[in-house]
């Protein structure tokens, strides 16, 4: 097989595959009732993601030099604050950088 069907054959396979990996939950769930767990999971999946984000961004956070976290730790608050108020993360974490790049680029 040369070069080029070979190439042909990946992409239809990686786009098989992710196909039929975004048809499971219709096929799976099609009656329209989901299982208990699986709502759970939409529920709570979000939050974990939000969270995992936020320890992600301050993992190298000094506290000790520097602006000693001041506008990591603001930031990361008022990105938790809006998220609550304006349950949408876009805007959230939007105005969070934008005010993050703000406060490192004038302010400390």
Known sequence: MNEFWYGMAVVAVCASVTM?????????????????????VGKMLPRAVMVTLIIFCLRNTSFTTGSHGIPEIGCAVLCAFLQRKLKNAIPSIA???????????FVF
Not at 30 to 40: M, T
Not at 95 to 105: A, D, E, K, N
């Open 95 to 105: 105005i969070s950088t934008v005010l993050y790049m703000v406060l490192i680029r």
């Open 20 to 40: 039929l990996i975004r048809a499971l939950p219709f096929i799976a769930f099609g009656s329209g009732k989901l299982p208990p767990a699986v709502e759970y």
